[in-house]
């Protein structure tokens, strides 16, 4: 009697477990790239499974209300994505999924306004939405993962945004990228993962920092570790994984956000802030004054 009063138990706890993986997303646990503020809400979006994982990636519904301000709250979004003419188009396919992630280098078109942008990192690692023209958003860069070899020997190539490839050309390796073709869906060129080319760190204490390949450290058994030269002289050191080729020797083959192209120190930061605000028109100064003052 006393064994079956057990199972019970553990039946009733059972039945009370959720099923499945979790659905909701509390804003306090959101990644900080994404730049949410804490008193606008318990709950954050949480992304759909798709090609790019929950902390690198950003939600479609928070690129278009927080970030391009083309919507105010979560109904307006709806409205947008889920319109019949297909609004959005993220790498040249319409997306009505409000929460479908949006990862590094994808582009995210919206022709009723002609705009486009491509997802980077600024140089404080937190997620950019770069403009671009329509002639640059027909391609996009994919890191390839992995190489191999499917079923009737057909050999594939597997990118960084969940791309499956068939029969690419026979140079092409892991940790290189390739240049994809949106709208033909096919591979238009190959960069090299080698001493000389331009690479940013898309991972580890590092993102958003790029620069030119100086040497690559070959640890058997552990990680492959490489250094990178930026444009002032300083250099950094990470692991293979976390690097993305980006141009062939010093030139981009995608156009990078504005800003100074190496990592400022906090003091190189202050005295940048203190020159803009030098800068700045007198009479735009005194108005500054004059609506502090009415606040106080």
């Known amino acids: 009697a006393e064994y079956m009063g057990i199972i019970q138990l553990l039946r009733q706890d059972f039945t009370k477990m959720p099923r499945g993986p979790r659905k ?6 959101a990644p ?40 105010l709250n979560y109904r307006e979004v709806m409205m947008i994505v889920k ?17 479908y992630p949006v990862g590094f280098n994808d582009v995210v078109s919206i022709e009723k306004t002609g705009d486009f942008f491509r997802l980077l990192y600024d140089m404080k690692g937190r997620f950019v939405l770069h403009k671009i023209v329509a002639n640059e958003a027909k391609y996009k860069l994919c890191k390839v993962v992995r190489r191999g070899t499917g079923a009737n020997s057909i050999p594939y190539i597997l ?30 060129g190959c960069l090299k993962f080698e001493t000389g080319n331009m690479v940013m760190a898309t991972g580890g204490n590092n993102i958003g920092r790029y620069g030119s390949v100086l040497k690559t450290e070959h640890h ?11 444009a002032n002289g300083n250099t950094f050191a990470t692991r293979s994984q976390n690097l993305f080729v980006i141009g062939q020797g010093h030139q981009s083959s995608i156009t990078l956000p504005k800003g100074k192209p190496y990592k400022l120190t906090i003091l190189e930061e202050k005295a940048d802030r203190l ?22």
Request: with cysteine; charged share 35%.
């Open 24 to 29: 909701h997303l509390k804003r306090i646990y």
């Open 32 to 71: 900080s790239h994404w730049m949410l503020d804490k008193l606008s809400g318990i709950w954050a979006p949480k992304p759909s499974s798709g090609p790019h994982k929950l902390r690198e990636c950003l939600p479609l519904m928070i690129v278009i209300r927080n970030r391009l301000k083309y919507a």
């Open 83 to 99: 319109d019949k003419a297909g609004n959005i188009k993220i790498d040249n396919k319409v997306r009505r999924d409000p929460h």
């Open 159 to 188: 990118t960084h945004d969940g791309r499956t490839i068939r029969f690419p050309h026979p140079d092409i390796k892991a940790n290189d990228t390739i240049k994809f073709n949106l709208e033909e869906n096919k591979i238009d």
């Open 220 to 230: 058997p058994a552990s990680f492959d570790i490489v250094h990178v030269k930026e």
């Open 275 to 296: 020159q803009k605000k030098a800068q700045k028109p007198l009479k735009q100064k005194k108005q500054e004054v004059f609506n502090h003052k009415s606040i106080d």
